[in-house]
Structure formats: structure tokens, C-alpha cells
């Protein structure tokens, strides 16, 4: 275990430099001048020279990489442009909301998913499938954005029942975790299903039945168990996108997280930014895919660590 | 307060157990208490503050905590007049160079430090500083020194008689800062509570970056004192959220409100709507070296093409007017000079005089940034297609639009009509017009994005900036506006926006100024019945 753990580790630094190098690029290539940006329209040429010099956007493109890389290799990712504060403290500031986010996001959409797609596979081919499905269909279908404003004029406006804005209490990430969750749930639903059917096709079920074993300890014990790898693939790659895409949510709902710290930064040219956050986002989506492979060997003991 | 609507049917004591701890949760979620009268307001901008460096602002949403955190020498009141603020009196010198303010007695800082000439002195030599890099610096270029006569007493000496001094010290960027602070705390000067501190009537408490940021009455201020206890800026980016905020009393203020949504809220019960003439001006700029848009015959035949009052109706009806100059309503010198008037006709003679009777094709840059910023380019390049000018309209995003804006050679820019935002935030013709319009020396565009050059246009504005008679300066300003709006077009106006504040109605004295923030230093709830 130990040394496949350190093996991934290893294997994270090629993946981060290449990260590195590709955002590096890709935001120095759209068209934009931060320092036009973050001065303001009524700057003076001599204010936006200064912020140049300032941001280091005077120095050749490969000197500018290098101090990235430098600083980042030593856990420094530079000064904002925009607001002047180091990199590491903004990501900080807003990490842990986005984090409550997504991971109530995936509890919920696994518990929901999970417990909608059995129903569905048990009880196949009868209402409970197809209003199962169609809820699941909708729930893939239904755009987050208007998913959120919906949930907030009802919950909030209409029936005053949680809060429309901010992270003040607990009750507040309520509707951003729904709302984020329903995608997910809904295709956790549809693999659940197909796994499961697959699983109670097979022989052992039926010899578990004849058995006389009771019919909630084949579905639980026997068929899901079985059917829990191929929605542990899906969990841990929809946990590592959700940490990313959660800027939709995050607007509407005025969640101070790094979805919206990441979109800001890049429609002003904040370098910085862009590229410390991406590359931190990055490093957690190698941690959730690693820790996710790890997780099967425990879900399944046929699966042996590489 | 929220609706309380139908209680969803209940069937067990333990759904209603479950639905009255979400209710009780959500209440005491809310900052304010229900008894008494509330003293704590919530207000709700589009974005959250940069910095509250006031020689470093450039947006409105930093603007709008700077003035309840600092005051400046002299400021605009509700009607545009130039008052005293930490100066009781002031006068000018003969030689029209030397300013010399009077400032008020047993004024403090937040942190106790007492405020006197001294401290206008260093508030002056650190925005002037060329080594601190302050953005705004060019705003004080006039200013030459700053000198202490007694702690009561200071004297600011300019290089030539200025005659937008006073509109510039009252500023928002004029705030004076606690010298020792600042000191102390060098760039990082207002980028957290402890780094920042003025003489205003509130402090800042706490700021948890894209979150809140919270004020509390300063309660040795040294003038009128607040009503309020606490004021709560809340930054959320997304306009339909922030009008449920409103209409949910989760929030007591809001601005920035999208046009469809103004109407509607005005008619709620439990909200209000006020609206003032602001100094934003809506318009489109021409590259005035490129192409045919080089002769000021074509030019002013687009002014002519546009029909103005069709847009304001259409697009952005109840929030804005047409404009009747350069300069908006409220900004001092501006000068009266009518609609322009909607003449087709007229536009294409013009056309034809200077060798375009079929006219030609153009290219309009537009960004959504600016409020309905597509659709007016659509409504300019179908009114534009009427005198025979065919117009491709070209939609870009904020950054890849501003990249040239500033520093560009005309022959690397090809941008051809392009939309702009019209404004200056002192508030007085020399910022609106000069920086803008004025042929630069360098032959880039610097603040003049259109690279507009008129000889007599420069030559007003430059003797309009150097006299510091009120008459005289209106004058020269008068004819200066004459050829931008009339004669030499270095673009189209189209309306002059109102700002436009969304508040509960259980809110009183809120002060809307023109410059585009609001404030709540007089502000109160009323009480409850």
C-alpha cells in the first residue's frame, strides 16, 4: 500500500509540470493585458508602466515561467495582480466552502443516486423504474444555473424556508449542495441501475435466493457490494469536476469559493491566480483519482493495488 | 421581513419539528433583531471591494466603503455643490497657485491619532510619490507641494492655476488617509481592517475577501454621528440573486439592477426604487484615423443616422434619458447643447459630400460589460444600414476589448466604432473632456482610445485647465463641447444613465450621490409599528 501510494506520488510530477507549463501558456495567450485591466480606465500610461513592472510582465515570458515554477515548487505562488495579496492565503480563504460544496454535493448525489438506481433495477420494468428514470433524466438534463435560481425563489423567496445568500450558518449550503448534487445523482442513478441489473442477473443471486437468504440482504449484501465499482469510478471522477465547475453555483448563490476565484481571476488577466489556483485544483484531482483507486481494492478484494 | 406563505402540509410532529428548526434556523441566520429598532444594514453590490486605499481605487464598489470610512478636505452634497468637510473654510490666492484651507478642531482618526495639517501634508506626499506607484497619481499632477502653517492651517501650492482644483479634492481619491497607518503598513495600506483608517463616521471591522465586508459607527466621529450600528457589504455577483436577496429581506440595498427587473420591483409592496441623473454616459467612439471614419463629414453623418430617443425607449426605458451633450447634467461646466437630432437625410448628403453616396462598410466592437452592450450595437448597425453604411458588429469580451485601449499605435489597433462608457468621476468637465479627447503626444492612444485630434479643441481645453475663473472656464468649456458634439464628433452620445438603488421601504435616508454610490450615514430603519 505504501509503496503504491509513494509510486502515485511520483507519478504526480510530470502530471503537475505539464499542468503547469499548459496554463501557464494558455492564459499568456489570450489576448488581454492585465495591467490595462487591474489600473482602470482613467490610469495613466505612467500607472499602467508601473503595474507592468510591478506584475514582472516586463521580463521575457521563460523568466516569468521560471519564477512560477520556482515559488510553486516552494509553496509560493506569487502575489495576486489584483488584489495584491499572496495567492496561497486567497485559495485558503475560499477553499473551504467550495470543499463543503462538493463533497456534500457527492454524499448526497451517492446516497440519492445509489439508493434511486436500486429501486430502479429492483423493481424493473414497473413505475417505480420509470418515474425513477424520468427524475433521473430531468435531474441530468436540468442546467445547474437554473436549477439554483429556481431553488432559491422557491426555498427562499416563496416559502422563506432557507437562506438565499452567503455561507453565514450551516442551513446556507443547503441549496448549493441540491442544486450541485442533482446532476450527479442523476447519472449515479442510471449506472446504479445498469450495474445492479447486470449483478442480479447473475448466478450467485439466484443461488442466494434458493438459499432462502432474505430479499433486502441479496439486494444489499450480495448485488450491491458487486455493483459498487463501477459508481465508485463515476463518484471519484464527478468529486474531482464538481471541486472545479462549481462557479455556476457559487454565483448564484454569492458562495465565497475558488469555482468564482478562478473565473474572476481569469476574466482580469490575474496570472498569478489562474495559475496557482489551477495547479492547485489539478493536484487535488490526482489526490481524489489516486485515493479513489485505492478505495477499490477495499470495495472489491479481487482487485489488487498495481 | 420573509413571506411566511402556506405551511406545507404537515403530517407528523416530527415534519413539523424538522420544518420549524429550517425556519428558526434561517431566521436567526438574518443579522438583525425583530424588536426594537434594527440597527445593522445589509447591502448588496455587484462585486466586492478592491482595496480601501482611496489613492488606489478604480471601481465604484471600493468607492462606496471609502466614504464611510474616510472624509476628504471638501466633498460634492446631494445637490452637486462643493462643501466643507474636514476643512471649515478654504480660499485661493491671488496668483490663483496657492490654496489655503482652514481645518476643523478635534477631529481623530479611528485609532485616536489626532488629525491636523501635518496629516494632509503626508496624505499629499504619499499619493504624490512616484516610488509607491499609487494608480491614482495623475489625478493630483497639478498639485506641486503641500505646506504646513500651523496644525490648523495648510497651504496646497499648484503649478498653474487649476481649474478643476476643487472638484478634484473632492474626489474620492482626496480622502486623507492616518498618516502613521499608512506608514506602517506601506502597500498593504487598505487591504485589511487593521491597514486601514480614516476620520469617517464608520470603521472597518472585518473583511473576509468575496464574502462581507462590516462597519461599525464610529462613535467618536466628529460630525453628525450615524444612525446605524453596523453596516454589512455583501458582494453577489449574480444580478437575479441579488434581487431575490431583496425581495427575500435578506439583504436591505441593493444596485445594480438588471432593466427588466427595476419596473417590477418598484411596484412590490415592501420595496422602493430611487433613481438620480448620474455621470455615466452610454456611447460609441470612432477610430478617427481609420479609413473613412477619418473625415468628420462621415462622422457626424453617423450622429445624424442615429435615432436616440428609439433606443432609450426600446432598450433601456425608465433608467436613462438621451444625452443633450458630452457632459452629463450634473457635471460642472457641462454645457446644454439639445438632442442631437435624428436626420437621415441629412446624413447621407453628408455621406455623399465626402465621396460615400453608397456608403461603405464598417465594423461595430461591442462587449456585454457595458448594460445591453450587444443589443445597442444591433440597434446602431440596423439605423446605420438605413443611410447605407453596412455594419458587421463584433462582440468581445471585457479583456480582449480593453487591450486597446491604451498605449496602442493606430496602425496595430482595428478597431473601427467602438462602444465606451462616457464618465468622470471628479465629476467636472476637465477629467470628462481633456484626458479623453485630447490629442496625446506620444501618437498612441493613450486615455484618447479613438486617437481624436482637433487643434482649437486642445487649445480650449488646455487654457480651460490653467483658469481658475468660473466664468471664463464655462466659456472656453462651452465651445470646447460645441465642436466634440456638434461640428468634430470624436464619437455618438446616446443616453445619460440614472443610478438606479433598490431598497426595503423600512429604510429611510439613504443618500444616492451622482458620482454612483450610495451611502448610509444618514441612513435609518424605520421603526416598527
Redesign the interface.
Known amino acids: 500500500m505504501l509503496r503504491y501510494a509513494l509510486g502515485r506520488l511520483v507519478e504526480m510530477v510530470p502530471v503537475l509540470l505539464g499542468t503547469a507549463l499548459l496554463v501557464f501558456s494558455m492564459i499568456h495567450l ?4 492585465p495591467a ?2 487591474i ?10 508602466e ?2 507592468r513592472e ?1 506584475f514582472g510582465l516586463d521580463r521575457p515570458l521563460p523568466v516569468q515561467f521560471w519564477r512560477f515554477l520556482a515559488g510553486a515548487m516552494t509553496g509560493d505562488l506569487g502575489m495576486s495582480f ?4 499572496p495567492v496561497v492565503e ?1 485559495i485558503v ?2 477553499f473551504g466552502h467550495t470543499f463543503i460544496i462538493a463533497l456534500g454535493a457527492t454524499l448526497l448525489a451517492t446516497a440519492a443516486g445509489m439508493l434511486a438506481g436500486t429501486i430502479a433495477a429492483v423493481r424493473r420494468n414497473r413505475l417505480a423504474d420509470g418515474v425513477v428514470m424520468v427524475m433521473a433524466l430531468v435531474a441530468v438534463s436540468t442546467p445547474s444555473y437554473w436549477l439554483a ?1 429556481m431553488l ?2 422557491c426555498f ?17 449550503y443547503v441549496l448549493p449542495i441540491v442544486t450541485l448534487g442533482a446532476q450527479s445523482a442523476g447519472i449515479i442513478a442510471r449506472m446504479t441501475r445498469s450495474a445492479m441489473l447486470d449483478v442480479l442477473a447473475q448466478e450467485y443471486v439466484a443461488t442466494a435466493r434458493a438459499k432462502g437468504v432474505a430479499e433486502g440482504v441479496v439486494i444489499v449484501r450480495h448485488a450491491l457490494r458487486n455493483a459498487l465499482v463501477p459508481v465508485l469510478s463515476v463518484v471519484g471522477l464527478r468529486f474531482g469536476g464538481l471541486l472545479a465547475g462549481t462557479v455556476l453555483v457559487e ?4 458562495i ?1 469559493g475558488l469555482g ?2 478562478i473565473v474572476d481571476a481569469v ?3 490575474d496570472y498569478p491566480m489562474v495559475q496557482g489556483a489551477v495547479l492547485v485544483v489539478a493536484t487535488l484531482f490526482i489526490v481524489v483519482n489516486a485515493l479513489t483507486d485505492i478505495l477499490y481494492t477495499v470495495v472489491d478484494p479481487r482487485v489488487r493495488l498495481a | 421581513m ?4 402556506t405551511r ?1 402540509g404537515s403530517h407528523s410532529p416530527a415534519a413539523v419539528a424538522v ?1 420549524l428548526a ?2 428558526g ?2 431566521c ?2 438574518e443579522p438583525a433583531s425583530p424588536a426594537a429598532e434594527r440597527d445593522t444594514l445589509v447591502f ?1 453590490s455587484s462585486a466586492d471591494a ?2 480601501l486605499d482611496p489613492h488606489n481605487t ?2 465604484t464598489q471600493s468607492d462606496q466603503v471609502i466614504w464611510m470610512v474616510y472624509n476628504a478636505l471638501i466633498r460634492y452634497d446631494p445637490e452637486m455643490n462643493i462643501v466643507g468637510d474636514l476643512a471649515e473654510s478654504w480660499e485661493m490666492s491671488e496668483d490663483e497657485l496657492t490654496w489655503t484651507f482652514h481645518l476643523r478642531e478635534g477631529v481623530r482618526f479611528h485609532d485616536g491619532s489626532p488629525f491636523t495639517a501635518e496629516s494632509v501634508k503626508r496624505n499629499f506626499d504619499r499619493v504624490l510619490d ?1 516610488g509607491q ?1 499609487h ?1 491614482r ?3 493630483f499632477e497639478a498639485i506641486e507641494r503641500v505646506e504646513v502653517v500651523d496644525p490648523r492651517t495648510v497651504r496646497i501650492i499648484t503649478k498653474f492655476p487649476f481649474g478643476a482644483f476643487e472638484p478634484t479634492m473632492a474626489h474620492v481619491s482626496a480622502a486623507i488617509v492616518n498618516p502613521e497607518v499608512a506608514d506602517r503598513y506601506g ?2 495600506f487598505g ?1 485589511t481592517p487593521e491597514a486601514t483608517s480614516g476620520t469617517g463616521p464608520y470603521k472597518v471591522v472585518s473583511w ?5 465586508i462590516v462597519l461599525e459607527r464610529n462613535d467618536d466621529y466628529w460630525g453628525e454621528p450615524g444612525r446605524l450600528a453596523r453596516i454589512v457589504y ?5 444580478a ?2 441579488r434581487v ?2 431583496l ?2 429581506a ?2 436591505d440595498v441593493i444596485t445594480h439592477i438588471p432593466p427588466r427587473d427595476v419596473a417590477r420591483l418598484d411596484g412590490l409592496p415592501g420595496i422602493q426604487v430611487l433613481k438620480g441623473m448620474s455621470i455615466g454616459a452610454q456611447m460609441f467612439r470612432f477610430n478617427c484615423v481609420r479609413g473613412p471614419l477619418a473625415d468628420p463629414r462621415v462622422r457626424l453623418a453617423i450622429a445624424y443616422a442615429v435615432d436616440r430617443r428609439a433606443i432609450v425607449d426600446n432598450l433601456v426605458a425608465g433608467l436613462a434619458v438621451p444625452s443633450t451633450g458630452p457632459l452629463t447634467p450634473i457635471m460642472r461646466g457641462r454645457a446644454d447643447l439639445g438632442e442631437f437630432p435624428h436626420d437621415p437625410d441629412k446624413a447621407r448628403a453628408l455621406l455623399a459630400d465626402a465621396g460615400y453616396p453608397e456608403g461603405f462598410e464598417t465594423t461595430i466592437s461591442t462587449t456585454p460589460r457595458y448594460n445591453m452592450g450587444v443589443e445597442l450595437a444591433e440597434a446602431l448597425a440596423a439605423q446605420l444600414r438605413d443611410v447605407g453604411i453596412t455594419a458587421r458588429i463584433e462582440v468581445l ?4 476589448m ?2 486597446f ?3 496602442i499605435r493606430p496602425e496595430d489597433n482595428p478597431q473601427e466604432i467602438f462602444i465606451m ?1 462616457a464618465g ?2 471628479s465629476a467636472d468637465a476637465d ?1 470628462g473632456l481633456r ?1 479623453v479627447y485630447m490629442t496625446t503626444p ?1 501618437g ?1 492612444n ?2 484618447n482610445y479613438g486617437y481624436y485630434s482637433n487643434a482649437e479643441f486642445d487649445d480650449l481645453v488646455m487654457r480651460a485647465m490653467q483658469e481658475a475663473d468660473r466664468t471664463e472656464r464655462e466659456t472656453l468649456y462651452q465651445r470646447a463641447q460645441e465642436i466634440v458634439y456638434l461640428e468634430d464628433p470624436p464619437g455618438i452620445w446616446l443616453y445619460d444613465n440614472f443610478y438606479v438603488v433598490g431598497a426595503r421601504s423600512n429604510v429611510q435616508d439613504i443618500t444616492t450621490s451622482p458620482l454612483g454610490v450610495v451611502t448610509f450615514e444618514a441612513a435609518s430603519f424605520v421603526p416598527e409599528s
Open positions: 489570450v489576448p488581454g493585458d490595462l485591466l489600473a482602470g480606465l482613467e490610469a495613466s500610461p505612467q500607472t499602467i508601473r503595474a510591478q489584483r488584489t495584491g495579496s486567497e480563504d475560499r435560481l432559491m425563489l427562499s423567496l416563496w416559502w422563506g424556508l432557507l437562506p438565499s445568500i452567503g455561507v453565514a450558518t450551516p442551513w446556507h454565483s448564484v448563490f454569492a465565497p468564482r476565484l476574466l482580469l488577466r | 420573509r413571506s411566511h406563505g406545507i420544518l429550517a425556519f434556523a434561517g436567526t441566520a448588496a478592491t482595496t478604480t471601481d512616484p506607484g494608480k497619481l495623475s489625478l502597500s498593504d487591504l473576509r475577501k468575496d464574502q462581507e455583501r458582494p453577489i455577483p449574480e437575479a440573486s431575490i436577496a425581495e427575500s435578506d439583504v469580451e471585457w479583456g480582449a480593453r487591450q485601449w491604451g498605449g462608457g468622470a468621476s477629467w484626458p506620444t498612441t493613450e486615455n
